[in-house]
């Protein structure tokens, strides 16, 4: 018989030859939706606000100078300028508005703080308009107050809260006082509005904390 007229011998086991060359890419392949569905149904990761890295004593670094999203759903509202976010898996971050002042509310944890006038009024707008918003966001400064919490603007649906809080008269503009955190754009309207909406009605709450604790300042 002739070379030619020899059939060839079929491969052995050909399926299996192909299960084993698509198994790791499948698997690849489920690994990568796996992670990117993790990422959009925990929005505590990431760059949607919460843990972005580690320093070395184990701290907690969070993204700053950009835009994050918040679910007003984890948010609580302290007063007119300071909310709480409960990140799903991260610690919770207390956020203290950046170019404000907002008049203020009796707190039983700290007996010596009195109510201001407005101080209510000012705390239920926050409410209404920070846990009211379809899209929620934080731009921070890179580092905390002295108190350790977030310094930061919020954007409820892409305004400035601080611009709303001042137009509306709830808050008076620090901008003029503390400078502008970095952020000279934000601050900027913030001190726009304080000029179209004029004085506020209320006494300046740091005036009203230093009168009602007897606390002086340094001339």
Avoid: C
């Avoid at 001190?191 to 209320?202: D, K, L, Q, S, V």
């Amino acid at each position: 018989m002739s070379h030619s007229s020899k059939q060839r011998a079929p491969r052995p086991f050909p399926r299996l030859r192909r299960i084993l060359y698509w198994l790791p890419r499948i698997v690849l392949l489920i690994a990568i939706a796996s992670l990117v569905y993790y990422d959009r149904t925990h929005p505590g990761n990431g760059r949607r606000g919460g843990p972005e890295r580690r320093g070395r004593g184990g701290e907690v670094g969070r993204l700053a100078r950009v835009r994050v999203v918040v679910d007003p759903g984890t948010v609580w509202v302290d007063d007119g300028d300071t909310i709480r976010i409960s990140w799903p898996d991260a610690p919770a971050e207390r956020v203290r508005v950046l170019g404000i002042d907002a008049p203020e509310v009796a707190n039983a944890r700290y007996p010596d703080h009195k109510e201001q006038p407005y101080g209510a009024e000012a705390k239920a707008f926050a409410r209404r308009v920070i846990l009211g918003a379809r899209r929620l966001e934080l731009l921070r400064a890179p580092k905390p107050d002295r108190y350790d919490r977030t310094l930061g603007y919020l954007f409820v649906d892409g305004v400035n809260y601080s611009v709303l809080a001042v137009e509306n008269h709830m808050a008076e503009s620090t901008v003029d006082r503390f400078g502008d955190n970095g952020f000279p754009e934000e601050a900027a309207q913030v001190r726009e509005a304080a000029r179209r909406a004029g004085p506020p009605p209320f006494e300046s709450p740091v005036q009203f904390r230093d009168r009602t604790t007897g606390r002086k300042r340094a001339a």
